[in-house]
């Protein structure tokens, strides 16, 4: 069921139906055993059933030859099919219209607009960044990635003085500092650089699966973002 279930999402990207990043998203969580949010569930229930639909009204087509009279009312018997189906897709659009614009109290063009720029963002891109880039003195680069702008640039701009101080010290230009806590002062720049790196990466991936999962229930960033 699940092997099915993966080549039907396969196919509906292939052939360009319904949101290709949410559907990514959903087939990345099958591939991993985790369970599906009812959103996703239903939203992809929706498209492999419009899908399977229009599929069995092409097979359903007699390939045998017809007179003029059978051929013009299995065509319009195909038509009243695909009326319906546009229909039903068009009341189920409708209803998760009313309910997104009862929900959010923003103008209708603002709206469309948030929702063409938010995406689902990627757990793996999001712990590749933070973990390289922060060998490097660039941490806080994954929560810029995911959106927290100014945590992401405090924990960059902090990352980057804590290695400045450090070649600071170790070429010789001495901070000025008493000479008993001058000892100390190496190592504890390194402790705090290792234990902001640590930090960064555990942060922004938690909030990474925070960010999806709201969007995924609400079809929205959350609202302390």
């Known amino acids: 069921m699940a092997y099915e279930l993966v080549k039907s999402i396969h196919r509906l990207i292939q052939q360009g139906i319904g949101d290709a990043a949410r559907l990514e998203?959903?087939?990345?969580?099958?591939?991993?055993?985790?369970?599906?949010?009812?959103?996703?569930?239903?939203?992809?229930?929706?498209?492999?059933y419009t899908n399977e639909m229009v599929t069995d009204e092409q097979t359903e087509i007699p390939t045998e030859s017809h007179s003029v009279e059978n051929l013009d009312a299995d065509i319009k018997r195909l038509n009243a099919q695909l009326e319906n189906i546009l229909?039903?897709?068009?009341?189920?659009?409708k209803t998760k219209s009313d309910h997104n614009i009862s929900t959010i109290q923003t103008p209708l063009k603002t709206k469309s607009v948030n929702e063409t720029i938010v995406t689902y963002k990627s757990e793996v891109t999001?712990?590749?960044?933070?973990?390289?880039?922060?060998?490097?003195?660039?941490?806080?680069?994954?929560?810029?990635?995911?959106?927290?702008?100014?945590?992401?640039?405090?924990?960059?701009?902090?990352?980057?003085?804590?290695?400045?101080?450090?070649?600071?010290?170790?070429?010789?230009?001495?901070?000025s500092v008493l000479s008993f806590t001058?000892?100390?002062?190496?190592?504890?720049?390194?402790?705090g650089y290792f234990v902001l790196y640590v930090f960064q990466i555990l942060d922004s991936r938690k909030l990474c699966v925070v960010c999806n999962e709201y969007f995924?229930?609400?079809n929205k960033i959350p609202p302390w973002w």
């Open 25 to 48: 998203y959903i087939l990345d969580r099958i591939e991993k055993g985790k369970d599906l949010y009812s959103s996703d569930k239903t939203y992809l229930d929706n498209l492999l």
């Open 87 to 93: 229909k039903n897709k068009q009341k189920t659009e």
């Open 126 to 175: 999001t712990l590749v960044l933070a973990v390289v880039l922060g060998l490097v003195s660039l941490q806080g680069i994954g929560h810029i990635y995911i959106g927290k702008i100014a945590r992401g640039v405090g924990i960059l701009v902090l990352s980057l003085l804590l290695s400045t101080l450090s070649i600071s010290y170790l070429i010789g230009i001495k901070i």
């Open 182 to 191: 001058s000892i100390y002062f190496l190592p504890a720049l390194v402790v």
């Open 216 to 218: 995924s229930e609400h």
